[in-house]
Structures are given as structure tokens and as C-alpha cells.
């Protein structure tokens, strides 16, 4: 299983940006699908999460602000992330899980600016 992020980038404050990761190889059924991020000495925190029926989490920070959403037919998961601030900033891999299994993307980063 291999999966491509794309998006990321960077943003003025208040700003938005959107990321994809799809998914492809052996794939079955994808259950959940998620999104973390990770900055310098800090370790990696998810940031929202989808189950393969829609049943969706944000962490506290980001609610109101990003919206996770997954077209389970292209095996692919997105991130739409309105009204950006610089606390945002960070590298931001997708994970996916297949039975007992995680996948992990490589990795995009997004760099808000004051």
C-alpha cells in the first residue's frame, strides 16, 4: 500500500489550504482515514479523523476550521483547512488503516505566516 500526499504550502494567516493523500496497492476496505501533523521536539498529533461510514473527529483546535472528507471510491481522504493561523504550522502526514494495519504518507508541509 502506498499513499500520495499533495497540497500543502505556504499561507498568509487567515488563509486556506486543501490536502489530498491517495491511496493505492492491495487495498481492500479502508476503515479509518486521518490526519496528523508533527513540528520540531513535538510528537505527532491527529488532527482529524474519518471512519469508512463518514463518522468524523477534530481536535479541539481545529474545529470549525478544517473539514476531513474521503471518496472511498478513489481510496483518497482530503483536508480543508479555512481561516489558518501560524500555531497551524507543521508537517502533515494521512493514515490510513486496513484491518489491523497503518499506512503512513510522507509527509507535506504547510507554513502559515503572520
Known amino acids: 500500500v502506498q499513499l500520495v500526499e499533495s497540497g500543502g504550502g505556504l499561507v498568509q494567516a487567515g488563509g486556506s489550504l486543501g490536502l489530498s493523500c491517495a491511496a493505492s496497492?492491495?487495498?481492500?476496505?479502508?476503515?479509518?482515514m486521518g490526519w496528523f501533523r508533527q513540528t520540531p521536539g513535538k510528537q505527532r498529533e491527529l488532527v482529524a479523523d474519518i471512519a469508512r461510514g463518514g463518522t468524523t473527529y477534530y481536535t479541539d483546535s481545529v474545529k470549525g476550521r478544517f473539514t476531513i472528507s474521503r471518496d472511498n471510491a478513489k481510496n483518497t481522504v482530503y483536508l480543508q483547512m479555512n481561516s489558518l493561523k501560524p500555531e497551524d504550522t507543521a508537517v502533515y502526514y494521512c493514515k490510513i488503516s486496513i484491518s489491523m494495519a497503518s499506512y503512513w504518507g510522507q509527509g507535506t508541509q504547510v507554513t502559515v505566516s503572520s
Open positions: 496497492g492491495s487495498i481492500f476496505s479502508i476503515n479509518n
